[in-house]
Structure formats: structure tokens, C-alpha cells
């Protein structure tokens, strides 16, 4: 064959070198397929776990080409795909439990061996509590609770946060209790509920939020400036007689809180546990904050015996934690009553007016979300 010939030949051979439509046959024609599958993922772990969702995250796979996606198993079947080394899951179950694994797949379509399963059971979520009752003070008035009481120089109002310079909390009112004087004391109640727990040996709870302008400071002996700013209650065999049991107090000696068993001096003769008579103190050494909202809640398990328990906790820190003492008088005669008091008591107190604010209490058979 002539050599001009030749020449011409092999030009053409490289001038119907296949493209476009034509490139993959070209390159399975004269390469081999891919047959290797990605490495095994590693490093499963899980996040984010709620009730229904879980967010899970693995060690990224290498391959001889590209890993171009990841396979997401649960007890074997694929719940979802990503490219992604994370993948949120939800639809699952409150309380279930779960088996998840990870596969790599490369552009080719070979798929890696699972990675180790994780196990991962979804929690329960807890009963939602059940408001039985609630102040917001947003009628402008106090007219959500029972009674005020007041004594000494103090008063209870509703009053809108913007004409005290506070923040709102949970609307336009909010409660102002004040010691406007040397000494005096103001209490807000509210029966019904909690008369009926009691009677029925039910524990409540009780939170409301709490706003202090300015840290109290005092100008007495510590022994008479503690401020109280909640009670617990109850009523022995005198039909006019009620007494406090327990009493919750900011000491503005260091403004830390103080709770008191038999406050007045006034509470069964033994307690508040067995072998146990007169006033007791116990301390926190968290300091109540200023200038702020501030989430307090009780929990009070209702016993004329040493079966009952008091805890209590702010911005959802516990401050005391006691079991197996008295919470109210016997039932004997008139008396047993038990009831709780949202208040302002104090002597000595500076600045005066001694101030606090309150909004959105609630009594309800459960712990209340701190948000």
C-alpha cells in the first residue's frame, strides 16, 4: 500500500476518536469497569436526639474514583440518603429503639459494607403538667386570687412593667409587692386548688417569675432583714389560726435564698423531721439575681407526718431538696388546711420601698418547661 496512503489511514483513525454520546462506550471499550466499593464508614455517633428525630454523623469513606452518596439503614431498611457526613432523621417513635447503620456508594454503584450499627432509643417525653390555675394579672386587677392580706406598712398591686421601668414578663401587668415602711408584710393566696391537693394528699406545684429593681440590702441584725417571698401554710385546730410551715427568704445579706421550717415559731412542736423541734434554717449559696426575670418553682408533697417532701429550684437549678419531713398541721378538729402565699415581708429593709414584682403563677400537678 502506497505510504500517502497509509498516513491517511491513521489520521482518520484519531480524527473518529468517539465524543460526546459516544464517550462512555469509548471508555468501557478500552478500560475496565469500576468494581471497587467504598470503604466501610466509621465514627457513627448520634446528636440532636429528641422524641422523634435524631441527627446522626459518620467518618466520610474514600474510593478508588468517588464516593458520591451515603445510605442510611434502620433495622436494615434505607430511611435516607445524603453526600452529605450528616443526615437529620425524623418520623420516629417516642420511646422506641432503633438499630441505625451507614453504607457508602460510589458513581459507579457499588455499595460498602454497613458500618457498625448504633443503637439509639428515642426518650419518652414526660407527662405535660396540668395547670389547674394561673395569675397573669392581665385583668389589671388581683381579682385571680383568693385573698390579700396585708400588715404593717405593705401592699400588694397590679401594675403595668412599663410604668415601673421593668421589662414585661408575660404581658403588659405584673404584680408589685412592696414594704413601703420600717416593717410590714403583704401575702396574695389562692385557696381552692391547693386546699383540695391537700386533702387529698396530692403533691403540686407551685412557680411564678420573680423581678427584683435592685438588690435589698439591710440596716438591722441579720436576724430580722430576711425578706420572704413565699410560703407554705396551714391551719391548725384554731378556725382563725393559720401559721407558716415553711417559708422561702432572700437575705439581702448576700442576697443568696433561705429556707425556713416553722418561720413564727409556730409550727408542730416536732419537726420538720423526726427528733427535730424549733426553727430550722437551710441555706443556698446561689445568689438571686437582679435587674432580671427569674423562674421559681415548688414542689410540695402534702404529710401531717414525716412522709411529706419540699423542693425547690430557680432558673431551674434546685436550691433545697428535702424528704421525709412535715408540711402542715394534723387534721385534727377545724385545722389540717394547707395553703400556699405569694409575698412581701420584711423589717429594715433599704431601699424603701423594699420591692418585688411578679407575674405568671401557676398551681399545677407537674414541673412547668424552664425555657
Not at 469509548?26 to 436526639?49: I, M
Not at 435524631?54 to 430511611?79: E, G, M, Q
Request: glycine residues 8%.
Amino acid at each position: 500500500m502506497r505510504s500517502d496512503l497509509l498516513l491517511a489511514l491513521a489520521v482518520s483513525a484519531v480524527l473518529l476518536v468517539p465524543q460526546n454520546a459516544d464517550a462512555q462506550w469509548w471508555w468501557h471499550r478500552h478500560h475496565k469497569a469500576d468494581t471497587t466499593a467504598p470503604t466501610t464508614p466509621t465514627g457513627l455517633v448520634v446528636s440532636g436526639l429528641t422524641a422523634t428525630s435524631v441527627t446522626l454523623s459518620w467518618i466520610a469513606s474514600s474510593d478508588n474514583v468517588r464516593v458520591a452518596a451515603y445510605r442510611i439503614y434502620s433495622n436494615d431498611a434505607v430511611v435516607g440518603s445524603t453526600s452529605s457526613t450528616s443526615l437529620s432523621i425524623g418520623g420516629l417513635v417516642a420511646g422506641a429503639s432503633y438499630a441505625f447503620t451507614v453504607a457508602a456508594v460510589d458513581s459507579a454503584g457499588n455499595v460498602s459494607a454497613p458500618s457498625a450499627p448504633l443503637p439509639v432509643t428515642t426518650p419518652t417525653p414526660a407527662p405535660a403538667a396540668q395547670i389547674l390555675w394561673s395569675a397573669g394579672m392581665e385583668t389589671g386587677d388581683l381579682s385571680e386570687w383568693s385573698e390579700k392580706v396585708d400588715s404593717g406598712s405593705a401592699d400588694s398591686w397590679a401594675v403595668t412593667a412599663a410604668s415601673q421601668g421593668i421589662p414585661p414578663k408575660g404581658g403588659q401587668w405584673v404584680m408589685k409587692q412592696s414594704v413601703t415602711g420600717t416593717s410590714g408584710g403583704t401575702r396574695m393566696s389562692r385557696y381552692p386548688e391547693i386546699d383540695s391537693l391537700t386533702q387529698a394528699g396530692t403533691t403540686f406545684y407551685m412557680s411564678w417569675w420573680e423581678y427584683y429593681p435592685a438588690k435589698l440590702t439591710a440596716s438591722a441584725s441579720p436576724s430580722s432583714f430576711m425578706f420572704s417571698n413565699f410560703q407554705v401554710l396551714s391551719q391548725d385546730n384554731c378556725a382563725t389560726c393559720w401559721y407558716p410551715i415553711w417559708g422561702l427568704y432572700i437575705n439581702p445579706a448576700d442576697f443568696t435564698t433561705i429556707l425556713v421550717w416553722s418561720p413564727s415559731g409556730m409550727a408542730p412542736s416536732e419537726g420538720p423531721h423526726a427528733g427535730e423541734s424549733g426553727k430550722r434554717a437551710y441555706y443556698a449559696t446561689q445568689a438571686v439575681p437582679v435587674g432580671q426575670w427569674i423562674f421559681f418553682e415548688a414542689m410540695i408533697k402534702p404529710a401531717a407526718d414525716f412522709t411529706g417532701a419540699v423542693k425547690l429550684w430557680m432558673n431551674g437549678g434546685v436550691l433545697f431538696d428535702l424528704s421525709s419531713v412535715k408540711t402542715r398541721f394534723p387534721t385534727v378538729g377545724v385545722g389540717g388546711r394547707q395553703w400556699t402565699a405569694i409575698d412581701g415581708y420584711g423589717s429594715y429593709i433599704n431601699p424603701t420601698p423594699a420591692t418585688h414584682y411578679i407575674d405568671d403563677v401557676t398551681i399545677s400537678l407537674g414541673r412547668l418547661p424552664y425555657p
